[in-house]
């Protein structure tokens, strides 16, 4: 039982160590904006309809502009549930239900965690971070 617990706890470390790496990458910035705060309502705005400013992705609270691929992220596309809101539970757990498109992480797993970072990764190797760290706040808070 002792062996059993000292292999489990090793997998916990290696998890806890892969996990701090994947949290140093992708957070580069792409551009040169200054850090801002964006409220939900303002980022709701950017879901890339007709007289929407952008069509914006947000992650871990980073915002990406999707605009490149409008196809998929605009309005009729198979990931418009993502545009102009941060659904990063949505990216650890694939429930794209409106209870699942949200940006609360306190109940994730560490392996969910590392599956928000790969997508993290992802995003910003294709994407141009607009907002480097943001904080959605809800109005009236």
């Given at each position: 039982m002792r062996r059993g617990a000292a292999a489990a706890a090793l997998a916990v470390g290696?998890?806890?160590v892969g996990a701090a790496w994947l949290l140093g990458r992708g957070f580069e910035s792409r551009?040169?904006?200054?850090p801002r705060v964006l409220s939900a309502a303002e980022l709701r705005r950017h879901r890339?309809?007709?007289?929407?400013?952008?069509?914006?992705?947000?992650?871990?609270?980073?915002?990406?502009?999707?605009?490149?691929g409008r196809t998929h992220y605009g309005p009729g596309g198979a990931y418009s549930g993502l545009a102009g809101r941060d659904a990063t539970r949505a990216f650890a757990t694939g429930d794209f239900?409106?209870?699942?498109?949200?940006d609360d992480v306190s109940a994730l797993s560490?392996?969910?965690?590392?599956?928000?970072?790969?997508?993290?990764?992802?995003y910003?190797?294709?994407?141009?971070?607009?907002?480097?760290?943001?904080?959605v706040f809800t109005e009236g808070m």
């Amino acid at each position: 039982m002792r062996r059993g617990a000292a292999a489990a706890a090793l997998a916990v470390g290696a998890l806890c160590v892969g996990a701090a790496w994947l949290l140093g990458r992708g957070f580069e910035s792409r551009s040169r904006l200054r850090p801002r705060v964006l409220s939900a309502a303002e980022l709701r705005r950017h879901r890339g309809a007709p007289g929407d400013p952008g069509l914006y992705v947000a992650l871990l609270g980073r915002v990406f502009d999707v605009q490149r691929g409008r196809t998929h992220y605009g309005p009729g596309g198979a990931y418009s549930g993502l545009a102009g809101r941060d659904a990063t539970r949505a990216f650890a757990t694939g429930d794209f239900t409106p209870s699942g498109l949200v940006d609360d992480v306190s109940a994730l797993s560490a392996a969910e965690m590392l599956a928000v970072h790969g997508w993290l990764a992802f995003y910003s190797a294709k994407y141009a971070c607009v907002v480097l760290k943001i904080t959605v706040f809800t109005e009236g808070m």
